[in-house]
């Protein structure tokens, strides 16, 4: 599975449509600074079902819709689309190609769509789900993340490494479990109190 293409179009510094063919292998995204390298990035970030505004160098969503500059009126609509290469069949659907689009107007609104077809953000994580890409996984790193990571705490670092051995998800597992154990705990000394004052 290959990232094979990326199409934006009204997304931040992209207000014409933009389309990005890429090949196996490494991709070097070069330029002049605040030419909209990083927001490449943002934007497979979005189209994978990002909501935090703040992960994406905003402050609201609305911020990745095109806002206008001197030339040109702002758009009312940011979309794009990211084309992944399945012939290895790593995602899970019978398709040799996986197209993942998402829209967001300035009202708002916003769809997914997954091969042309109107999709929930759940369909699109669960595609993902397992394939090392999405939301929450350490496969994109942004600007600066090196730096903290190196920088923090040794207990936060262990977090990360966890996350990323897959346990973190497990250990959440766990304490969920045992949130549900202890108020199961606490209904069955109710009912015993309550069988002991009947009784
Ligand atoms: P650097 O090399 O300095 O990190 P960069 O090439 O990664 O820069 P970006 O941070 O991707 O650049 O792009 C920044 C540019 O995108 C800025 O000029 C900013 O005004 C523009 N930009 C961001 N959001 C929007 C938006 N919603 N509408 C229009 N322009 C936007």
Known sequence: MYLKSLVLKGFKSFADRSAL???PGI???VGPNGSGKSNISDAVLWVLGERNAKHLRGQAME??????SSARKAT???EVELVLDNSDGKLPVDFDEVSITRRMYRSGESEYLINGSVARRMDVLDILHDSGLGTGTHSIIGQGSL???LQSKPEDRRALIEEAAGVLK???RKAKSERKLAAMDATLARVRDVAGEVG
């Open 76 to 78: 009312g609509l940011a």
């Open 147 to 149: 730096d903290s990571i």
């Open 63 to 68: 911020d990745v819709i095109f806002a206008g």
């Open 21 to 23: 063919s890429l090949e």
């Open 170 to 172: 497990h250990k959440q």
């Open 27 to 29: 991709t070097a995204v």
